[in-house]
């Protein structure tokens, strides 16, 4: 008999592990399942943007010689304070895409952001004791809609590993033990990553100033003190540091300039962050609604049926009433959030708070982790004030449900928008080869199109289009000026504005300093070439041309360089870059019109 007993026990004992590890995981799955459908769903139509090529691209175009040139140079001179950034951005691409290609770096994004999205759940839950509280929080998060560049390798291998940095360093700095010996090391452990954090990109560090918030019950006052000296004697030594190389940002801001800047920042930052819960819900209401309502209603279900599940589970008995202590203690939550949203403002010192579309959206970056924090403090305070009225809860969490899902399918859209930047550059990049596959050393491709595209959240021909033709293709190492694509500025009522700051007799003047070119490298030198090396490509009736010659202001006819008879693609080794941009996804892009040039 007691041996039946004994295996019942033991039985009911596995299966009570079971179900608690089952509870346990959960969470992360659906955090992770989440993150790859917001950000990750369409990767097989992604690519390269902006940025995206004067370092992802390079990086897997350059053999590790360079890149460790590159990085063995960055850190001399302490390129733009960052030159963990630096390393990461190079060799995360040139190892990923030797492994999978351009697929395989968005893979490693996917686990990058999961990684987060999973900390800043166990780091909330561990502070507030609320597996409720922590994935609300961490769902907030995943949906941030005042930075749209989650799906952006270069932010997510750059910003994204920094708030990996940051997230470590808050999770030991609240790590506690009753040995001090190891409590203290535990410290010395977090302040190390929020230092790799500030040196892969240094708009998260001061949010690190809220640290001690996360144990108001266990750090003394004189622990604070020391927390606010050390991390100020971080950021004076890094800002030094920074002015010691020269670097320019940092050289040449002014005190005065620089204080006005940060109460600036600081006023419309935090609005801006929180304002855009409330925005992008009405955007897709606007403009979505009719294009993503099966998403919209299936999205709102789904977290109205997690949220109800888990409020109705032991999860939910953390919101108690609100005569009990834990409702001030979220209450505390919200001032805390609201003291990280504020932090994360004084280093933006560069970009305009009043954006949240593109890749300048990043200047909300910092700002994610306080924001999400407020309104998931704000959401559980609601449902605690309703604790008598359990109608009134469901009511709340359906309103919950359908921000949740208005967020969801906003980052679907941006996935979308992030698709078809990449189609349009793969158009183009398919008719300029066709029309210029002829490349040699020193040919220069000008492209007068004033009607590219400039996509709704990232821009597929900005100032990095140069840098395309040189990662497709392994010119000869021994060339001395490699093809290049250079933009003119082209205007409509003065279509020859370009042609008189290029063109000098039979010769053609390339230049930083040069304003008929939409953008040129500043560290490349002034040259001058001759029209027997310019391949002359020009937007006629929605189409891509080749130009045989130009008329100049005078009237006087310009050879330009001759097309060959033979079509064949230029043959030259290629990279994983051009297998992604000449992929079969544009094999249709001779049937169908051009999708790089904005409706008339």
Partial sequence: MSSSKNGEISENKFVALISALRMEIFPYLFLLVLTWLAHFLLIKDFGLYEDDWGFIATAIANDFNHNWNLLYG????FWQGRPLHMALLLFIPFWGAKFGGIQALYIIGFAILGLNTCLWFAFVRRFTYSTYGALIASIFFCLYPADTTFSYLVHLFGLQTSLFFLLLAFHFYITVSYS??????????SYLFATLSLLDYESLF??????????????????????FLIVLAIVISYFLLRRWAGESRASG???VGALQKVVQQVALGPLVSLGSFILRPVQVLNELLGQYWPVLLTGSLLFLFILIILFNSRWGQALRPSDD????????????????TILAYPSALLLSVTVIDGRTSRVHFAASLGTTLIFTCFWILLLLAAHRWRFRQYIILLILSLQLGFLFTFCLDVQHQYRLSWQSQQAFIHDVISLAP???EDTTVLLQAPSLVTGKQINPFDWSLPFVLETMYLFPSEWKNVPRIYRVNYHTSFPTFWQEHIINGNEFILSPNNPGLYFYFP??????????NIILLVQENEKLVRKDYIKSGSGRKILLKPKQQSTSPPNFETTAVYDRLMSSSCDHCDKVPPIYFASP
């Fill in 74 to 77: 960055a850190i001399n001179s």
């Fill in 180 to 189: 001090k010996v190891f409590t203290l090391c535990s410290r010395g452990i």
């Fill in 206 to 227: 001061l949010v690190f100033l809220a640290a001690p918030l996360f144990r108001p019950h266990q750090t003394t006052k004189k622990q604070k003190i020391y927390h």
């Fill in 253 to 255: 801001i002014g005190v």
């Fill in 325 to 340: 202590p834990d409702f001030n203690s979220w209450k505390q939550w919200f001032i805390v959030g609201l003291v990280m």
């Fill in 438 to 440: 002829d490349l040699q």
């Fill in 523 to 532: 560290w490349e030198p002034e040259r001058i070439i001759s029209g027997e």
